[in-house]
C-alpha cells in the first residue's frame, strides 16, 4: 500500500518514496506549451506548491521521476533550464522583513544556480540582475515559479499602512518579470487572493489568468476518480461509504468536475475513517 503524502509538497519524495501521486502532468503540459505567463488562485492547502514543484521538476529535465505518467514520452528532457523557484513561507511582518526574506530567497536562488550578483542593491535590482546572469551562466532563458505571492500582503492586512508598503514592495518586484521578458521561458504564480492588476500585479498586464478556466479546473484537487482509483486500498481498508465522503468533502468546483479537497482526503484516510472538518479548522 502506497503511503499518503500528508505534508508532503516536494515532488521527487513523491516519487521516489512510494506515495500516492495524482497525475496532473498532462494539465502541466497543456500549461507550458500554452502559455508563458501563468497566475492561479486557489484555497491554501489544495495542492499548489507540489503543482509548483512539478513544474520545477520539468523544467530542470528530471525523466527519471516521470516514468509512468502522462508527460513522460511527450517532453523534450535534452533541453533543461535554469529555475528562480520563490517561495513566500513563515511571518512576513513589515517593509523590512520582507525585503530580507526577499534577499534571503534570491540568495538561496544565486548558490542553486552557481551565479553571484551584487546584493546591496534593491531588492528588486538583485532579482533582476538574477534572471539574466542565470539565463547568461546556461545559455538558456529561465523559468520563474512563485508560490504564496500575496502572503506579505495577507500577512499585513489588518495594519493599511504596512499592507500598502508591502504592496508596493511586491509590485516593484514583480514588475521585474515583464522588463525582464527576453530572459524568461515561463513564469508561473500562485497565491490564495486575485489581487486587481492594477494594484499588485500593476504593469503585469501579460500574465494569463487560469484560475477560472474550465481547461485547468482540475489543476489542484482530487477527483471522484482519483478517489476511487488511487484510494482504492484505503478505500477497502476502512470499508468506506463513497456517498457518506462525497457528502463531507467533494464540495469544490473550478468549473471542471467536482473535488476533494487533497487535505482532507489524506487526513480522513489517515484517521482510518473518522469523519471530521480537517481543512476548514486549519484555516
Known amino acids: 500500500m502506497k503511503k499518503l503524502p500528508i505534508g508532503i509538497q516536494t515532488f521527487k519524495d513523491i516519487r521516489s518514496d512510494d506515495y500516492i501521486y495524482i497525475d496532473k502532468t498532462e494539465i502541466a503540459l497543456d500549461i507550458v506549451k500554452s502559455y508563458r505567463y501563468v497566475f492561479l488562485s486557489r ?5 499548489k506548491s507540489l503543482f509548483l514543484d512539478t513544474l520545477r521538476n520539468i523544467f530542470e529535465g528530471k525523466k527519471e521521476l516521470f516514468k509512468g505518467l502522462a508527460i513522460y514520452d511527450k517532453w523534450n528532457w535534452e533541453e533543461t533550464y ?3 523557484k520563490i517561495s513566500f513561507k513563515g511571518s512576513l511582518h513589515g517593509k523590512e522583513e520582507i525585503e530580507e526574506r526577499l534577499r534571503g530567497i534570491l540568495r538561496n536562488n544565486e548558490e542553486d544556480l552557481d551565479v553571484k ?15 539574466k546572469k542565470a539565463s547568461q551562466r546556461y545559455n538558456q532563458k529561465v523559468v520563474i515559479l512563485i508560490d504564496e505571492y500575496d502572503k506579505a500582503i495577507l500577512d499585513n492586512i489588518e495594519d493599511l499602512k504596512k499592507a500598502e508598503e508591502a504592496r508596493d514592495v511586491l509590485r516593484a518586484f514583480y514588475s521585474v518579470i515583464k522588463d525582464s521578458d527576453e530572459y524568461i521561458r515561463f513564469a508561473f504564480l500562485t497565491g490564495v487572493t486575485r489581487f486587481s492588476k492594477a494594484s499588485i ?22 477527483t471522484q476518480k482519483d478517489l476511487e482509483e488511487s484510494f482504492k486500498e484505503y478505500l477497502n481498508k476502512i ?3 463513497l456517498e457518506k465522503i462525497k457528502e463531507w468533502y467533494n464540495g469544490y468546483y473550478f468549473l471542471k468536475d467536482k473535488l476533494y479537497n487533497p487535505f482532507d482526503i489524506l487526513q480522513f484516510f489517515d484517521k482510518n475513517g473518522l469523519f471530521d472538518n480537517y481543512w476548514f479548522e486549519t484555516g
Open 43 to 47: 484555497p491554501r492547502r489544495f495542492g
Open 82 to 84: 535554469p529555475v528562480i
Open 117 to 131: 550578483c551584487n546584493e546591496k542593491v534593491a531588492v528588486y535590482e538583485f532579482f533582476a540582475e538574477l534572471i
Open 201 to 222: 500585479f500593476s504593469g503585469l498586464n501579460m500574465l494569463t489568468d487560469i484560475t477560472l478556466d474550465e481547461r485547468y479546473g482540475n489543476v489542484c484537487g482530487y
Open 239 to 241: 470499508n468506506g461509504d
